[in-house]
Structure formats: structure tokens, C-alpha cells
């Protein structure tokens, strides 16, 4: 029988010794090199969960004095979405002088849910409300591709005032957990009138004055296909555009931020900080992910991370925790077959490394919490380095989507009981994959889901939907 058990490691010779010390310091001093913005560690919160990510936002929002600038995949047309926006127009109506913008994905704001019924989307009741309560509420639609497939505007931070809430949550019931169920994300405030104002330049100078992007709440937006040729030029910018701020030297009761940008494969500074702060782990690496299906960069890192002995930990949700899931007594759609797939991958992923896992270096944890659903990104590192954003770190985020993140720098190890909390509530409804054969098999899926996914795979067509899930 095959030895399947991790070898210990011999003797290194003193080049080895020095070449790992080498390659150790290069990958710290390229995270230590970025420009960050100095942070009292007292100004940033971990905030609980959706309860409290919704009670913030709606205290931020009534709150406001200055401006009101909310980015998100969407604001969805349902009790959650309606209270944001209806809370929105009472603060510009009790304060006319506020600036009050919201920038939605352009195509998702257009449509009806995947599944549904045809519809005019969530832009029927943006109109709606603007006619109820007038126009001062701006929402902006922002078109990154010519069609939905090919990317989505997925920019994640709200800024109001001098505050930054982010989080990977879009605005909606299960989000807000305005009723029973909820879509479990991470949530972050951070108080900082430079970080503020970096995340606003953006929207500002870049999103709101782009001749791609238009407002949604009024009448007379265009079709898509008469705004084609600005969205080519738009896309094209956003591949060039990064946050402006003026770095500085992190002192004593201070963390740093660096805000990341990014789209598209190539000069993708969001992309390359991944797989670097993935590469720089010593002793624990945590990853969070939503839909598993990493791109090849990042599964050749997290290798080298294994053979190098450092503990990696991967947080994900179970199939039931994907929003796509549909329940057996439900009638199958095709877009209920994703959960699976993501599932095979995993599957794939810890047969080939299952000897990490047998002697727990590598820590796979599936989520699953009643009818809950699971959205968490992002890494946390060595306690030195956390990773905040709406990246899912999948094929689709890495080349096709408009993204973001907040790069935390820590040095001081300010925030570890924050994030060890954190990751303490998450692991709560979270259990250890013992090993792949605890996954189910693709024979033991539903008939429609298992007819797809051995379709894609007898004409190898699963490798090109994983590169657009």
C-alpha cells in the first residue's frame, strides 16, 4: 500500500537555509513596501454579524452629514433593500446638502432574480421611490462589460462621513437578515477620513463621471447597446485606475490600510497581493471562500505553502450553504447544479492532498447552519496581515469582475483577538473534513445535477464553466 503519510523533513544544506531565508524576506518586504494609511487600531470593529452590519449601516445612514456613498453588487427590490433606500431619502430630505450616490452592476440592476419570472429588476422600484420621494437619492448604474456573463461591477464599501463600513454583502432581506434566514459575510468599520476619502475619489472621479454610467432611478436610461462603445472605453480605464492616497509610517496604536483595486488578469494589484500574502505565510494561513474553485495561482501557493509546513485552513460553506443550493422536494433548475460542481472541485482538491490533511495541516471547514447561507472572502495571516474583500477568489473574480479590497496591516498585533473572534463564531457551525470521501460522489448528486455535470465533463467543457462561475 501506497505511504500516503507526510515525510519528515531531512537535513538542509546551509545554501537551502539561506535561499528559504531569502525568499521569506523578499515576500515580507514586498507586503511592507506597499503605501498603507495609519489607522488608530482603536477605529476599527469587527462587527458580529448581519444584526449588527444592518443596525450599523441604518445608524450610519441617519447620521450622516456630509456624504452617503454606498457601493455593492446591488439593492435589492424586497423589505431589506427598501428599508437602506427609503432610509436614504430620509436623510437627504432631513438634509439636503448631503451627497447621496449609490452604484449598483448595471446588468444585474435590469433584470428579475436567476429562475424568476422576467421583470424590469430592481430599477422598477428605484424610479418608484425617486417618484415618491424625489430625485436627490442618486443611484448609478455601472456597466464593466457589455453583457452580465462577461463580468459585473463588484465593488464592495460604504462610505459615509468619515466612516468606512465594508463588507461583502450586497443589500437585501437574506443579507440584512431582515426575517428568518441569513447570508453570513464579514463586516468591518473603519473610522478614517483619509480611507474614507480614497474610496470616494474613486467612486467620484472614475465611476460617477464616466459616460458609461448612468442613473437608474430616472427614466430614459439608455439601452446598453447604445452605450457600447463608451463601456469598451470604461473598461479600459477601470484596468488602469488605483487608489490615490498618501502613504505613511504605521507608529505605536496604529494599524495600516492599503485599498486595493482591481480588474481583469493582467496589472492586477488585487490579484498579485493575494498570491503574495498567500506565498508569505509561515505559520497559519486562513482562507475564506464562498464558491471553491481557485484559480491557478492561488492552488500553486497554497501548495507551496503545505510543502513548506505551514498550517492552512480553508473555510467554505457546505453545499446546503450555497445560495444557489436548491432542496430536493424543489423542482431542479440548471443554476441549481453549481453547488455540486463546486463541490467536486473540492472533492478533486483534498483527494490530491489528503495526506495534509490526515495529519492536520491541512484544515478544511465546511459551513452549515440550518437554511443559512454562506458569502465569507478573504485571509487572514500569521496575525501579522488580514485580507478584507468581496473577491471571491475564483477564475471569474481574478479575470472578469470589477474588484476591491482593504489590505490590513498589522504589525503590532493589534487586531488578533478581533479576528481570532471573529473566526471563532465563524468555526462555531463550522465542521473538519476529515478527507475527500466524506464528500459525496458525483453518483450519489441528484439525476439532473449528476446528467450535467458528466455532460460537461464527457466534452470537457467543465474546465471552461469553471473559469466563468
Excluded at 469587527?46 to 452617503?68: H, M, N
Excluded at 440584512?176 to 464579514?186: A, C, E, N, S
Excluded at 505551514?310 to 423542482?331: R, S
Aim: aromatic letters at 8%; hydrophobic letters at 40%; glycine letters at 6%.
Amino acid at each position: 500500500m501506497e505511504n500516503t503519510q507526510a515525510q519528515p523533513p531531512g537535513p538542509r544544506s546551509l545554501p537551502a537555509v539561506w535561499r528559504n531565508w531569502r525568499e521569506k524576506t523578499r515576500h515580507w518586504k514586498a507586503l511592507d513596501n506597499l503605501p498603507a494609511i495609519p489607522v488608530m487600531a482603536e477605529n476599527f470593529e469587527v462587527l458580529e454579524g448581519p444584526e449588527a452590519y444592518r443596525r450599523t449601516l441604518l445608524s450610519l445612514i441617519a447620521g450622516a452629514r456630509q456624504r452617503i456613498l454606498l457601493a455593492a453588487l446591488y439593492l435589492q427590490d424586497d423589505d431589506g433593500g427598501r428599508e437602506v433606500l427609503e432610509a436614504l431619502h430620509a436623510a437627504k430630505a432631513a438634509r439636503p446638502e448631503l451627497d447621496v450616490a449609490v452604484f449598483v452592476d448595471w446588468h444585474r440592476a435590469q433584470r428579475g432574480l436567476i429562475g424568476k419570472a422576467r421583470s424590469a429588476g430592481n430599477a422598477a422600484m428605484y424610479r418608484a421611490l425617486a417618484e415618491r420621494f424625489g430625485p436627490g437619492v442618486q443611484i448609478f448604474g455601472v456597466p464593466v462589460q457589455r453583457r452580465e456573463f462577461m463580468g459585473v461591477m463588484h465593488l464592495k464599501g460604504f462610505v459615509v462621513d468619515n466612516a468606512v463600513l465594508y463588507s461583502g454583502a450586497s443589500l437585501n432581506d437574506v443579507y440584512l437578515q431582515r426575517h428568518d434566514r441569513y447570508r453570513l459575510d464579514r463586516y468591518h468599520l473603519i473610522r478614517s477620513r483619509a480611507l474614507a476619502d480614497c474610496l470616494a475619489g474613486v467612486l467620484d472621479r472614475t465611476l460617477r463621471r464616466s459616460p458609461a454610467v448612468h442613473p437608474l432611478n430616472t427614466p430614459g436610461a439608455p439601452k446598453t447597446a447604445e452605450i457600447r462603445p463608451a463601456i469598451i472605453a470604461f473598461r479600459r480605464e477601470l484596468a488602469r485606475t488605483r487608489y490615490r492616497f498618501a502613504g505613511d509610517r504605521i507608529r505605536q496604536g496604529e494599524i495600516g490600510v492599503t485599498p486595493l483595486f482591481g480588474l481583469g488578469i493582467r496589472d492586477n494589484e488585487l490579484n498579485r497581493t493575494i498570491v503574495e500574502l498567500i506565498r508569505q505565510a509561515q505559520t497559519r494561513l486562513v482562507l475564506f471562500t464562498p464558491y471553491f474553485n481557485p484559480p491557478g495561482p492561488v492552488q500553486r501557493a497554497l501548495d507551496a505553502r503545505l510543502r513548506a509546513g505551514c498550517q492552512v485552513m480553508i473555510v467554505l460553506g457546505d453545499k446546503t450553504a450555497n445560495d444557489f443550493y436548491i432542496p430536493p422536494d424543489e423542482p431542479f433548475k440548471a443554476i441549481g447544479a453549481l453547488p455540486y460542481l463546486y463541490e467536486a472541485n473540492l472533492r478533486r482538491f483534498c483527494k490530491a492532498r489528503q495526506r495534509f490533511i490526515d495529519t492536520g495541516q491541512l484544515d478544511v471547514r465546511l459551513w452549515r447552519h440550518g437554511d443559512n447561507t454562506f458569502h465569507l472572502k478573504g485571509l487572514l495571516v500569521d496575525d501579522r496581515y488580514a485580507l478584507l474583500t468581496g473577491n471571491n477568489i475564483n477564475p471569474r473574480a481574478w479575470r472578469l469582475d470589477l474588484e476591491n479590497g482593504l489590505l490590513i496591516h498589522d504589525p503590532n498585533r493589534l487586531l488578533v483577538e478581533q479576528h481570532q473572534a471573529e473566526l471563532e463564531r465563524v468555526l462555531a457551525h463550522a465542521q473538519r473534513l476529515p478527507g475527500h470521501e466524506a464528500l459525496d460522489p458525483v453518483e450519489a448528486y441528484p439525476e439532473p445535477a449528476q446528467r450535467l455535470i458528466k455532460r460537461l465533463a464527457r466534452v470537457r467543457a467543465d474546465r471552461l464553466v469553471n473559469q466563468v462561475l
